[in-house]
T-cell receptor
Framework: EADIYQTPRYLVIGTGKKITLECSQT?????MYWYQQDPGMELHLIHY???????EKGDLSSESTVSRIRTEHFPLTLESARPSHTSQYLC???????????????FGPGTRLTVT | GQNIDQPTEMTATEGAIVQINCTYQ??????LFWYQQHAGEAPTFLSY????GLEEKGRFSSFLSRSKGYSYLLLKELQMKDSASYLC????????FGSGTQLTVLP
């Protein structure tokens, strides 16, 4: 089973601030993802990475950026937070379990961000 | 484009059986996932289907018909802890999620 960590779990911050949401996994998975989810709504993919030095934008236009300097670490940065960024941010990594012929995404606990 | 439809809400009684449907229209298909998400928590993996037919895993089963663009998740012997949102997601390149079906299990 994967272990994936996100910090902070909750964050309230003022408009215009720069913030970094941390995501780390300890299983050496190459593929990692960031999703945004508003309450009762679908998850939207905002960034993903296939490995070190690989980053791609997802389907949802986002003003955030990501980096992947180390396999286990995939931070997401908002240069200037706005109230429209208020949401839950979920990090995930994917792995192929024993006997599986597919990659399963395993999610972290999420960061609930409020921008005032 | 990608379009995934699920009912918004369903209610069922403890001990009963419930079927949650998912229809999809996507530009490609490499499999369909079902995830469970309790309020305020992260989604957790339930099932994966890539071939037509039924996959059974304990109280949960998932069915896929690729020709109809249709899947369902079947939950048997419902328990109170099954109250959650159930997310259908289609894989083509990356995962595209439906908005989820909020299931409430009543005593």
């Amino acid at each position: 089973e994967a272990d994936i960590y996100q910090t902070p779990r909750y964050l309230v911050i003022g408009t215009g601030k720069k913030i970094t949401l941390e995501c780390s996994q300890t299983m050496g998975h190459d593929k990692m993802y960031w999703y945004q989810q508003d309450p009762g709504m679908e998850l939207h993919l905002i960034h993903y990475s296939y490995g070190v030095n690989s980053t791609e934008k997802g389907d949802l236009s986002s003003e955030s950026t990501v980096s992947r300097i180390r396999t286990e670490h995939f931070p997401l940065t908002l240069e200037s937070a706005r109230p429209s960024h208020t949401s839950q941010y979920l990090c995930a990594s994917s792995f192929r379990g024993p006997g599986q012929n597919f990659y399963e995404q395993y999610f972290g606990p999420g960061t609930r961000l409020t921008v005032t | 484009g990608q379009n995934i439809d699920q009912p918004t809400e369903m209610t069922a009684t403890e001990g009963a059986i419930v079927q949650i449907n998912c229809t999809y229209q996507t530009s490609g298909f490499n499999g369909l996932f079902w995830y469970q998400q309790h309020a305020g928590e992260a989604p957790t993996f339930l099932s994966y289907n890539v071939l037509d037919g039924l996959e059974e895993k304990g109280r949960f089963s998932s069915f896929l018909s690729r020709s109809k663009g249709y899947s369902y998740l079947l939950l048997k012997e419902l328990q109170m802890k099954d109250s959650a949102s159930y997310l259908c997601a289609v894989l083509f390149g990356q995962l595209t999620f439906g908005s989820g079906t909020q299931l409430t299990v009543l005593p």
